[in-house]
Nanobody, 115 residues
């Protein structure tokens, strides 16, 4: 089993910044991908950004140039730096780990962008 614990999030004004972090523990193997997804009220969960063990990244078009995903030195942590936040970024953000075809999820953290 894999456990994911997220931290960060909260309320921020439009144009502001927030940082999310996620730490993974448990049965983690060498090759895996971590990432962030989000789900706004009434919408499906969508990809925000992912990063492989090798550092390759993928971003949703809606966050390119504003969000940055990175891995910690221990490789079992992942961060999401969110800049120039917009009201449409408001959602519950979920940390995800994908290994051997199985995806694990964190409990989610609320990000609200509002004046």
């Amino acid at each position: 089993q894999v456990q994911l614990v997220e931290s960060g999030g909260g309320l921020v004004q439009p144009g502001g910044s927030l940082s999310l972090s996620c730490a993974a523990s448990g049965s983690i193997f060498v090759i895996y991908t971590m990432g962030w997804y989000r789900q706004a009220p009434g919408k499906e969960r969508e990809l925000v950004a992912t990063i492989t063990n090798g550092g390759s990244t993928v971003y949703a078009d809606s966050v390119k140039g504003r969000f940055t995903i990175s891995r910690g030195n221990a490789k079992n942590t992942v961060y999401l730096q969110m800049n120039s936040l917009k009201p449409e970024d408001t959602a519950v953000y979920y940390c995800s780990l994908l290994q051997r075809g199985h995806r694990y999820w964190g409990q989610g953290t609320q990000v609200t962008v509002s004046s």
